[in-house]
């Protein structure tokens, strides 16, 4: 008589309560399995981003430097600006403030002209004339500016060799 014999469909029920027990055990340790591999995922990619991460941090510090230079930078051109008016102010209570104004307008132009020396224009030639009507003053000008042009061309030759 060997083993007893359970009928099947008794085993049916038991085997169906393990297999349930087996897909809940399953589903439990992919859905952590799941939940790792985020979590893998996630710290993966903020080390890829750790390049960008320290040059965003190192552009926010230098663009902090450069935000208190600026304001350092215009600190001092203010203060350079109100002593340059107290020294003008002086200025215009020794001399008048109409001489001084014309002191200021010639300085600029000199400074104009020092910059830009293309800009003074000085007459090369002076005409005279008896008043006799003729055109000694246009010859003498055209004379003159045609000279000038050969020396110019003189001069242009020389630097060229």
Sequence with gaps: MGEPAIPPELLVATLREQL??????????????QRE??????ERATADQQSKLVEAEINKKAAEFT??????LGEGEKL?????????????????KEAALQLAAL??????????PEIVKVPTVQVTGAGAGGFEG???????????????GMTASQKAN
Excluded at 142 to 151: D, E, F
């Design 20 to 33: 349930a027990t087996q897909l809940q055990e399953t589903y439990r340790k992919e859905q952590e399995a």
């Design 37 to 42: 591999r985020i979590k893998v995922e996630r």
């Design 67 to 72: 935000k208190e230079q600026l304001k350092l």
């Design 80 to 96: 350079k600006l109100l002593e340059i008016a107290k020294g003008q102010q002086a200025q215009a209570e020794v001399l008048g």
């Design 107 to 116: 300085e600029k132009a000199l400074e104009a002209a020092k910059q830009a």
């Design 138 to 152: 246009a010859a003498a000008i055209l004379g003159s500016s045609n000279i000038i042009r050969a020396m110019q």
